[in-house]
């Protein structure tokens, strides 16, 4: 098993700009996949951006350029800088992962799921 505890969210302006942390623990594994996913209230969930085990990142199109997601293996712990962040951008932040390679990434078929940190951008 893995768990995995995101914080960083807190209330932020519009334009401004938060760091989120998901930190692993329990099961080692050698090869996977993390990502971050956010649901507004009332909306699905979404894809957000996400790394694997050898540094490559995707991210959703809507947040290309402004958010960058990283990974630290000695820590444990994969890291979200979101900048120049949107009121519509208000929701709660999941980290997820998977123990293998995700050649689809943004579906949702992570093993593991985090409780969530709360992000509120106000205009």
């Known amino acids: 098993q893995v768990q995995l505890v995101e914080s960083g969210g807190g209330l932020v302006q519009a334009g401004g700009s938060l760091k989120l942390s998901c930190a692993a623990s329990?099961?080692?594994?050698?090869?996977?996949?993390m990502a971050w996913f956010r649901q507004a209230p009332g909306k699905e969930r979404e894809f957000v951006a996400a790394?694997?085990?050898?540094?490559?990142?995707s991210y959703a199109d809507s947040v290309k350029g402004r958010f960058t997601i990283s990974g630290d293996n000695a820590k444990r712990t994969v890291y979200l800088q979101m900048n120049s962040l949107k009121p519509g951008e208000t929701a709660v932040y999941s980290c997820?992962?998977?123990?293998?390679?995700?050649?689809?990434?943004?579906?949702?078929?992570?093993?593991?799921w985090g409780q969530g940190t709360q992000v509120t951008v106000s205009s």
């Open positions: 997820a992962c998977a123990g293998r390679f995700l050649g689809e990434p943004a579906s949702f078929v992570y093993d593991y």
């Open positions: 329990g099961r080692t594994l050698s090869t996977y996949t």
């Open positions: 790394i694997n085990w050898i540094g490559v990142t």
